[in-house]
């Protein structure tokens, strides 16, 4: 069930960082955060890319859906190239991601996403899981540190489209009494755990610490109440129940 959200506090001074100059003149936490941050963010974008040309676009069931997996790609690999320029900015080169399996990566890793195997669980991914992932870039377009958030002004409108597509194949599966029963049974196994533990564990010190940083507005537990409060009604509208043990299949608790 949801709880009630506690907003993270105001920093009496903001923090404001515009650039590598500025980086390297910030205490070592705050660098070790926002290159761990961009690893993360950057690795993920590129397996998104991957996720949408060898997973995605073969089980598309027609040539439009198979457009909007291209789409979708080029898009998540446009994000890996714009977080690469801002870790190259830091003197950091990740160009040895792209020659990486997919298994190989370790900073930003959702296996359930290799699992897929059907349309149904297609639009949920998009739906509710890069919905997820589009709320965590909402707060990095509010990042102290500029070149992530001048960064995430374009991702995050792309991202609406990737979720935008996700709930209009979830709509269209739940047109039907048939079609709905396919997305609760996907939803009650594996989707809604998969969502919840996207934000990670719930007492994590180092999410405290990139709110101290201003380098994410709220902690991952607060994320991910605020997120479901956004979710849960959408999901209701088209006629699904969300679980009500939000702790059954989760792996960060």
């Known amino acids: 069930m949801l709880e009630n959200v506690a907003m993270a506090p105001e920093a009496e001074a903001p923090v404001v960082v515009n650039g590598p100059e500025e980086f390297y003149k910030m205490p070592k936490e705050y660098q070790d955060l926002v290159i761990h941050q961009l690893r993360a ?51 950091i080169d990740v160009t040895y991601m792209m020659d990486q399996h997919f298994q190989e990566r370790q900073h930003y890793r959702t296996d359930a996403v ?11 991914f998009s739906m509710i899981g890069e919905g997820a992932v589009l709320a965590m870039i909402e707060e990095m377009a509010q990042s102290s540190y500029k070149p992530i ?26 047109a039907t009494p048939e079609g709905r029963a396919e997305v609760q049974a996907e939803l009650e196994g594996v989707w809604w755990s998969t969502m919840l533990d996207l934000f990670g564990r719930s007492e994590s010190e180092r999410s405290k610490a990139y709110v101290k940083w201003g ?11 605020r997120y479901c409060a956004h979710i849960v009604p959408q999901l209701r509208e088209l006629g699904l129940d969300v679980p009500d043990d939000w702790t059954r299949g989760r792996k960060f608790l």
């Open 41 to 91: 963010h950057t690795e993920g974008e590129l397996t998104g890319a991957d996720d949408y040309t060898q997973l995605l676009y073969p089980m598309a069931p027609d040539a439009y859906e198979r457009k909007m997996c291209c789409e979708r790609a080029a898009e998540e690999m446009d994000h890996f190239v714009r977080g690469a320029e801002v870790l190259r900015d830091l003197g």
């Open 114 to 124: 290799r699992k897929i195997d059907s349309w149904v669980q297609r639009g949920l």
């Open 149 to 174: 958030a001048n960064m995430c002004i374009s991702i995050v409108m792309d991202e609406y489209n990737h979720v935008a597509q996700g709930r209009r194949i979830v709509k269209q599966l739940c």
């Open 215 to 225: 380098l994410r507005k709220y902690t991952n537990e607060e994320a991910r109440q």
